[in-house]
Structures are given as structure tokens and as C-alpha cells.
């Protein structure tokens, strides 16, 4: 990774983010497997930042990269000022990095694993006790039982219990909520809202898209690349089209016919409904039921809605499909 | 009972004191989109086990595709497919591969697996990839394929276990679509997920809490007795006074 010339000489903008990522790009099977693709983005101080896409996305290796884990192939990231590939062991004092896997040590209690973390990092329990108070309560009726016996909730506690131990002043926490129920997902993201408001900055993964709207910003990647930057509002804003809400008695039908409609240009459901955009920029919800086929659908219901971030990332993907389609008939593939 | 897909009667399943599942009753119908809900540790687990011919009940009935859960576990394994997120094809074969060896394990004839696997690839249009590991095939595409491949043999029922767990959200649709496609043919499916609105593409519900089944609806219905427009707020409710959720 090349070295930043202006090491010292950090502008006054840069000083208030806490995460920078340029052009970061990482590849395995000796170029074979692009995992990352030029990824840049910023995260400020005190934020909380979303990484939001499926498996294999990129993120896990954007984490790795940030936590001086694995090294870039190319492109530079700082984390509070310090370079990632040249700095690493005082970055490493300062994040906390909750892995996508649980990495605890199966084999120890609850209380050793956070005592050894604490160690580690050459603090006690009792030195940052405020900071995971809120969480560990939650778990000390089990300090005795063996990390490895915890449910899937109680495991995440806890693993964000070690990762907070040593008083982090950035939160790299990767898809803490995956495989996790709608209760306890919910809980977790309280718990972050207090720990944003304790000043740290919080970087986190999720492929769960109902979770962007809890963070200030989000990135929304696919296929190594970022597809967009911004408050989860202003993505959701920059919507292009009109979207609507439709549903019947058989909503498979109505998908199917619906689809096979020329002016409809995407359909897709949406749990109870389907949501759809036409290809017209000027259509209304008697226009849509025209073209479902009015009298003859049972329960016929349309309705316009405002979408949400899913629909964009959705509407995003599709649209990254198209243009990569493109490039490959133009390079004659 | 003849006449259900998955017919259950107070099945309880215990271990020790613990009560895993618990006098839990409930009828899939055939050709039914079920899905089967509950917070972590509820015992939707251990559950399907049982209706997979995998593990006994302590007590209570229950027959799957007409088949006892006590006597008859081998023919239950017949006429099932089954596939989770975390468990569905072997990595280090190819798409064919793994495609003829489920066809075989599955007692399905060499004449037929060789017709509905070239049928299979040319509609999943995986042509070019069929001689590919399908540990290089992306995870959508492993999960369509892993899918694909539960259902070969034409199983009277599917057990899908989080299939579209971290999965895009436009393949994820896809997937869905095949679930239709698959119900439409007649396949009852029982399916187990996180994502609420995938509980609202299944034709009923239900909500496990503690080893019960708190409640089993459409979910219309269910949102309707809930007073709330949407599944995660019913589920929200139902789960959040788990007392062994996290225990």
C-alpha cells in the first residue's frame, strides 16, 4: 500500500473523520476473485455508518482491510488519522472489531473471555465497567456458563462486551444481527444508539436492509462496488419513479400478469404486496389498474407508496445488471 | 389425517426437564406455503427434526405425507427434500455432480435423472456452469441450485430451513418465485425464516414462543388480531415475552 505523502499535515476536514477509505481494492485466487472494487468512503467522527449488502458483497474484506487484518491490494484507509497498513499496532489499541463469525473462545466463561479481552488490552473489567454495563447486566446471570452454550442472542452480547472492553474509539462490528430474531435484533440496535451517544463511531455491516434506516449514513455495495452513498432519507429520496402497491386474492397471478405487461417496467413482491413502476412518467393508480386488468381481478387494491431503501437497492442492483449486460455484448462476450 | 400434508397432535419433545417442544398441534395442508416462525430457541429446531424423520417425539402424534413419526421415519425421508442455509450441496463437486448424487441418494432412476437434470441446468440457465464446482458459483445461485435439487425427486413436501438467509434481495425474490412455482406443482412447503416479509408470501403462519405455538393464521389475519399492518410487529409481540429466548 503506498504511503501517504502529507502524513503529519491532516487538513482540518480530514480531522473530523474518523474512517478513510480511498480506492480501496482487494483480490484473492491471484486476481482471480475481485472482492473489493475501488471502494472509497468517508465515516465522521461519532457516526454511525452502515455497510448494506449480501454475502459476498465485500464488506467482511472492507472490515478486515480497516482493521489492519488483511492488507489492500491497492488504494489507502486510515482509521482516526493513522495508516492502516503502516500503523497497525496503534490502530489495533483503538478498534473494536466484532467479527461476522463468532471468535470467542467456545471453551471459556462468560466472565473469562471478557477478563481476557480486558487483559489483553491491559485494562480491567472494572476500568471501562460503565461503558458495557447496559449490555453485560444482560448476561451476568451466565457468567459461569462456557461462551460456546450461549444462544445466539446472549453470544452477541457478549461478543460486543469484548469488543468494547478496552474503551474503542471506533466500533467495526460485522453483520452483528445476521441469523439473529426480529427481538433481539431490535434490542441490539438500541444498545448501538447508546453507545453512538457515548461519542464512539460505529462502522457496521448488516444484510438486513429494514436496519439501514437506523443508521446516519449507509453505503449500499454489491459485487465489491459501492452503489450508493448518503443518509438512508436522501437514498430512499432519490428514487426515480413513481412506485406503487398491489395486491389481489391471487397475488401469484397478479404478479405473473402484471410482469408480462409492456408498460410495467419492474414488479416484484414485496410482502404483502407487489411493488411495480411503469415505464410512463405519468401514471396514476387508475392507469395501473388498467393495466392488471380491472374488473376481471378479484380484490384488486393499488395504492402509490413511498419506497423504501430495499426498493432502491433493488432498483440499483437491476440497473448495474443492465449496464454490465451491456458492456458484455459490447465486448462481444 | 390423510388427507394433510403435516398433521400434528400435541407433539412434545423433552429433554431432561426441558420441555423443547411442547403439546404443540397444528395441520399443514397439501400444496400449502407454511411458514414456521419463532424466536431464537423457540424449538421450531428440534420441531422440524422430528417432522423430518431425524429425531423421536417424546410424546403426541404426528404424520408427515401420511407417514407416522414413530414407525414409519424411513418412508417420511423418502418423501421429503430438504435444504437450510447452512447445510445443502457439497462445494467440491460440480453443479451435475451434486445434481446426479442427490438424484441417486434419492432413489430417483438413471433415466430420469439424466432427463430432469438437463431440463433442470437449461432452466435455471446454467448451462456453461453445469461442469463448475459449485463452491465457485455465487451464494444466490448456490441457494437456487441447492432448491433445485431438494425437489428433484418430487417430494411430496420441502422443509426449507432459512433458505434465503443473507441472500441479495433480488435473488431472494427469485427464490421465491421457484417457492411459488413449486407450490403451484402441488409440493407442500414448510419454511422457516427471518426476514417478516417473506412470512407474508406463505399462505399461513405460525409463532412459536417457549415450545408452543402461540398463534397460527394467514397473515392477514394474524396482523388483524394483532391490530398491526405489518408481521414484525406480530411477531414482535408474541416473541418478546420468550422467557427462554435467550437462555
Not at chain 2, 417432522?51 to 424411513?74: H, I, M, N, R, W
Request: charge should be negative; proline fraction near 3%.
Amino acid at each position: 500500500m503506498k504511503n501517504e505523502v502529507h502524513n503529519s499535515h491532516l487538513s482540518a476536514a480530514n480531522s473530523q473523520l474518523s474512517v478513510i477509505c480511498k480506492n480501496i481494492v482487494k483480490t484473492y485466487n491471484k486476481g482471480e476473485v475481485k472482492a473489493v472494487n475501488a471502494v472509497s468512503f468517508d465515516v465522521q467522527k461519532g457516526e454511525l455508518f452502515g455497510l448494506i449488502g449480501p454475502d459476498g458483497a465485500g464488506k467482511t474484506s472492507i472490515f478486515r482491510i480497516l482493521t489492519t487484518l488483511l492488507l489492500a491490494d491497492s488504494g489507502t484507509a486510515r482509521v482516526e488519522g493513522l495508516d492502516v497498513a503502516n500503523d497497525y499496532r496503534e490502530i489495533r489499541n483503538m478498534v473494536g472489531y466484532m467479527p461476522g463469525k463468532f471468535s470467542l473462545y467456545q471453551d471459556l466463561t462468560v466472565e473469562e473471555n471478557l477478563r481476557f479481552f480486558a487483559t489483553v488490552f491491559g485494562t480491567s473489567i472494572e476500568d471501562n465497567y460503565e461503558l458495557i454495563k447496559d449490555i453485560y447486566d444482560q448476561i451476568k446471570p451466565f457468567n459461569n456458563r462456557r461462551a460456546g452454550k450461549l444462544s445466539g442472542g446472549m453470544k452477541q452480547k457478549l461478543a460486543l462486551c469484548c469488543a468494547l472492553i478496552h474503551k474503542p474509539t471506533v466500533l467495526f462490528l460485522d453483520e452483528p444481527t445476521t441469523g439473529v430474531d426480529v427481538v433481539s435484533r431490535k434490542e441490539f440496535w438500541e444498545m448501538l444508539d447508546r453507545l453512538k451517544k457515548q461519542g464512539i463511531t460505529i462502522v457496521v455491516s448488516t444484510p438486513y436492509m429494514d436496519e439501514a434506516t437506523l443508521c446516519d449514513r449507509i453505503a449500499l455495495i454489491q459485487n465489491g462496488s459501492i452503489m450508493s452513498i448518503d443518509t438512508p432519507d436522501n437514498i430512499v429520496k432519490s428514487f426515480p419513479k413513481p412506485l406503487f402497491a398491489a395486491k389481489a386474492d391471487n397475488i401469484y397471478t397478479l404478479l405473473q400478469d402484471l410482469r408480462s405487461a409492456d408498460e410495467v417496467e419492474s414488479c416484484y413482491p414485496f410482502g404483502e404486496y407487489l411493488h411495480l413502476t411503469v415505464k410512463t412518467a405519468t401514471s396514476d393508480i387508475d392507469s395501473i389498474k388498467q393495466i392488471a386488468g380491472k374488473d376481471t381481478v378479484n380484490g384488486l387494491e393499488v395504492k402509490r407508496i413511498g419506497p423504501t431503501i430495499e426498493d432502491s437497492f433493488i432498483r440499483l442492483m437491476n440497473e448495474d445488471n443492465v449496464k454490465e449486460n451491456t458492456k458484455e455484448k459490447a465486448d462481444g462476450k | 389425517m390423510e388427507n394433510k400434508a403435516i398433521s400434528c397432535k400435541n407433539l412434545t419433545k423433552q429433554f431432561g426437564d426441558f420441555k423443547a417442544v411442547d403439546r404443540v398441534t397444528f395441520d399443514v395442508e397439501q400444496g400449502e406455503i407454511f411458514g414456521f416462525l419463532g424466536a431464537n430457541g423457540a424449538g421450531k429446531t428440534t420441531a422440524m427434526r422430528i417432522l423430518c424423520g431425524l429425531s423421536f417425539p417424546t410424546s403426541g402424534e404426528a404424520t408427515v405425507a401420511g407417514f407416522d413419526v414413530y414407525k414409519q421415519q424411513e418412508q417420511i425421508k423418502k418423501n421429503i427434500g430438504y435444504m437450510s442455509q447452512k447445510f445443502s450441496l457439497y462445494d467440491n463437486l460440480t453443479i451435475l455432480e451434486n445434481i446426479v448424487f442427490y438424484g441417486g441418494v434419492y432413489g430417483v432412476s438413471r433415466v430420469d435423472i439424466k432427463i430432469r437434470s438437463d431440463e433442470l441446468i437449461s432452466t435455471l440457465g446454467l448451462e456453461k456452469e453445469a461442469k463448475k464446482l459449485v463452491g465457485e458459483l455465487p451464494l444466490g445461485w448456490k441457494q437456487k441450485l441447492a432448491f433445485s435439487v431438494a425437489i428433484f425427486h418430487r417430494p411430496k413436501i420441502v422443509f426449507l430451513d432459512e433458505p434465503t438467509g443473507g441472500v441479495d434481495p433480488v435473488t431472494r425474490r427469485q427464490f421465491w418465485d421457484m417457492i411459488y412455482q413449486a407450490a403451484e406443482s402441488g409440493i407442500t412447503v414448510f419454511v422457516t425464516t427471518h426476514y417478516m416479509d417473506e412470512a407474508e408470501y406463505c399462505d399461513r403462519i405460525s409463532v412459536m414462543v417457549d415450545g408452543r405455538v402461540e398463534a397460527l393464521d394467514s397473515p392477514t389475519n394474524l396482523k388483524n388480531k394483532f391490530q398491526t399492518d405489518t408481521m414484525d410487529n406480530v411477531f414482535y409481540q408474541l416473541a418478546r415475552g420468550a422467557k427462554r429466548a435467550d437462555s
